[in-house]
């Protein structure tokens, strides 16, 4: 297969842009530089199209490897033809491949291998050809011999032999692949038990294959693993025989009721189970990137959701027996104080709590308080709004999830950040910073327990963690990276970058009291001029010796930026004060091809130096909505039918989203109370973080459920 071709093919590029980014790839480039820094090679794709282009190369070179492997061991059996090259020239999946490979695959002991055995093979062949030239009887009396003793013997092994042919015809799989794909169902037997109860609604349950939703195949997969569900693919079995008929069936009166129940044996026996199977397997594929894929899809504006920066935060971790745990960050997120309260049950030392929380928020100035969503967290929101009207200056508040604060507590790195705090007080610290940076903060956590999708114990581990360490990567990156002030887990997941790597870095800066400028990097261990030139324009430096060094702009570009403003008689000085404004309409006027042909770049670079120059040390996530602070209570009871509040999306899922409206229980948005229009996914109008208005349709506080809808809102 031309691997260049089928991609630029599949991705709808130029050929010269997909065997640019396959050796981009090659030679060792990071997804995040290729999208940011090498623009022009592949026709400005987002780092989005960039990785599914590198899994598909992964797969395709896979898939030729696989080729190669089939084509070896069938020659060396001395069975390769051109047809056998022909059909595995035009496979496309591995599946195809597999199917092409079967007949020839070493097999275990089956009864087909062992008819063989016994040399019923020619007699095989016989029944299979369904000659009329032959009586199937009378050709069985030539092979009985001490193994076979009889003629029965004889064709019932012939019968083995045809059933497996049968069953490994590459085209026809493929044909009954197709029907299954088009006409089967999937349906579940309710088995009862201790654990049973959350599956009740699969009990008789029954949808054809095609359209079941991915969320669905994942809930009866675990229904079927807790042993609570019997769950069984079905298609009607005359589809199929006649399907096979027309591959294996002739018009031969002498072998018809053979060859009837051979083919019938051969369906049931074999053919049907290991279909069965493989659409089982397909359908959960499916529905593991589809799960996977909504992960990716609410954990990049989770991480990208604006910092609260230049505020001194409070965090708590709520609990009860064992107390609130409370930690003090200043501007930095360097720790200030710590403590532990008891407001909430059993001990409920309320007015104490009070006083102690009182006396830290005025001794340290305190602006906002962030609580965790975990354990007791109502209890501390009334306890939290309570304590904010017996503080003199300004205070509010935020409620934020919690996912993952625990695991990261109780982690290494966790342990190595506080070595003198307890597990409850470094979460107190998680949560106060998450609050305060939530993209630093929340890459220290692994990101499969961030909290975001489904099943996410249910999922191939390493391809969920493959796909959301590069949304972690594409986030650190498209933000940058300040290295005086990056802990190593936020430098690690710089393009070019490694954990040793970033522990050098932070190793360096401490001797050298800071770094002053990007080429000291070339001073730090192991750091060389691949890993230099991969994640220098993704690292900032604030206040130092270059000010383009506070800048995306790569240094592989300092020259291009000076010869930009020279041309329009600009100087560093006016960069420095944001004396940049006419910049763009000046490059517009005099025209932007011309201008990056004159500066030695393409235009899209000059786009970028253009964006880069004019507000200097910008994080994009400013322009992100903030989270919504508060600074008193609404309780599941307060909630009637019609009312209208403010929310924050939390999860989006397959079949709605849910919403944060200030209650300790989140609502659900179902996705037919989304938009008056119709919609495929509730991802396609809402995402993590972002700010809506719903309306209460109803509520249930027995089963602490909140229904909104978010149509025929009235605003007033």
Not at 83 to 106: G, H, Q, S
Not at 276 to 284: G, I, K, M
Not at 443 to 458: A, E, F, L, P, R
Request: hydrophobic letters at 40%.
């Amino acid at each position: 297969m031309e691997i260049v071709q089928e991609l630029a093919s599949e991705f709808g590029l130029k050929l010269e842009y997909s065997q640019n980014i396959i050796n981009l790839i090659d030679e060792g480039c990071t997804i995040p530089f290729i999208a940011r820094y090498r623009k022009e090679m592949h026709g400005t794709c987002d780092d989005q199209t960039l990785r599914a282009f590198a899994d598909r190369l992964k797969y395709l070179r896979n898939l030729n490897d696989e080729k190669d492997k089939v084509q070896k061991t069938i020659t060396e059996q001395g069975k390769w033809t051109d047809e056998l090259a022909a059909a595995l020239a035009a496979a496309r999946t591995m599946t195809e491949v597999e199917d092409i490979y079967r007949p020839y695959k070493p097999k275990r002991k089956t009864r087909a291998s062992v008819a063989i055995a016994k040399g019923l093979e020619p007699l095989a062949d016989i029944l299979q050809a369904q000659s009329k030239s032959f009586v199937i009887l009378e050709e069985a009396k030539k092979f009985i011999t001490e193994e076979v003793k009889t003629v029965e013997d004889a064709i019932a092994g012939a019968k083995d032999i045809v059933a497996e042919r049968i069953s490994d015809n590459a085209d026809l799989r493929k044909d009954l692949r197709q029907l299954l794909a088009e006409k089967a169902t999937i349906s579940c037997e309710y088995i009862e038990g201790e654990n049973s109860v959350t599956y009740e609604t699969y009990a008789g349950f029954k949808q054809e294959v095609k359209n079941i939703p991915s969320h669905r195949i994942l809930a009866i997969n675990r229904g079927e693993n807790e042993k609570c569900l019997k769950v069984s693919v079905n298609i009607e079995e005359e589809k199929c025989i006649n399907v096979i008929n027309k591959y294996f069936k002739k018009n031969n009166e002498d072998t018809d009721t053979l060859m009837v129940e051979t083919i019938a044996d051969s369906y049931e026996r074999l053919l049907f189970p290991s279909l069965e199977r493989e659409c089982r397997s397909n359908l959960t594929d499916r529905a593991n990137e589809q799960a996977i894929k909504m992960f990716e899809v609410n954990l990049k504006p989770l991480l990208m959701e604006a910092p609260l920066k230049n505020n001194i935060i409070l965090g708590l971790d709520p609990a009860y027996r064992t107390g609130c745990k409370i930690a003090v960050i200043d501007k930095h997120g360097n720790v200030l104080d710590t403590t532990v309260i008891y407001p909430t049950p059993p001990q409920s030392k309320t007015e104490e709590s009070i006083a102690k929380l009182k006396t830290l928020i005025e001794k340290y100035n305190v602006d906002i308080i962030s609580i965790g969503n975990g354990t007791a967290s109502k209890e501390s929101e009334i306890f939290v709004a309570e304590l904010i009207k017996h503080v003199a200056r300004p205070v509010s508040y935020a409620v934020v999830s919690e996912a993952g604060a625990s695991v990261y507590s109780a982690s290494k790195l966790g342990a190595e950040e506080f070595p003198d705090y307890d597990v409850s007080l470094r979460s107190a610290v998680s949560i106060a910073r998450r609050l305060q940076d939530p993209l630093a903060e929340l890459i220290k956590i692994d990101v499969k327990s961030i909290g975001v999708g489904q099943y996410q114990h249910d999922m191939p581990q390493n391809r969920l963690t493959e796909v959301l360490t590069g949304v972690v990567e594409d986030c650190v990156n498209s933000v940058g990276v300040d290295l005086n002030t990056a802990s190593p887990s936020l430098l690690s997941y710089v393009s070019g970058l490694n954990m040793s790597i970033a522990r050098n870095i932070v190793a360096y800066r401490a001797k050298a009291k800071g770094i002053k400028n990007r080429k000291e990097l070339l001073s730090v261990s192991k750091l060389g001029p691949k890993a230099y030139e991969q994640c220098a324009g993704f690292l900032r430096v604030v206040g130092g010796d270059e000010i383009l060094d506070n800048t995306a702009v790569h240094p592989e570009s300092y020259e291009a930026a000076r010869k930009l403003l020279k041309i329009f008689n600009l100087t560093e000085d006016d960069v420095k004060n944001n004396n940049l404004s006419e910049l763009p309409t000046l490059v517009k006027v005099k025209g932007e091809d011309k201008v990056a042909k004159e500066i030695g770049v393409g235009t899209p670079t000059l786009n970028d130096i253009v964006g880069e120059l004019l507000k200097p040390g910008r994080d994009i996530r400013e322009s992100m909505p903030k989270p919504i602070l508060r600074s008193d209570i609404l309780s599941m009871e307060d909630l009637k039918e019609g009312m209208v509040l403010s929310g924050t999306v939390r999860n989006v899922i397959d079949f709605g989203a849910f919403v944060d409206i200030g209650v300790h229980q989140d609502g659900l948005v179902h996705i037919s109370q989304i938009s008056d229009s119709f919609i495929r996914h509730p991802s396609e109008a809402l995402k993590v973080g972002q700010h809506v208005d719903v309306k209460v349709l109803s509520v249930d506080p027995a089963k602490k459920r909140i229904s909104l809808t978010m149509k025929n809102i009235d605003k007033e």
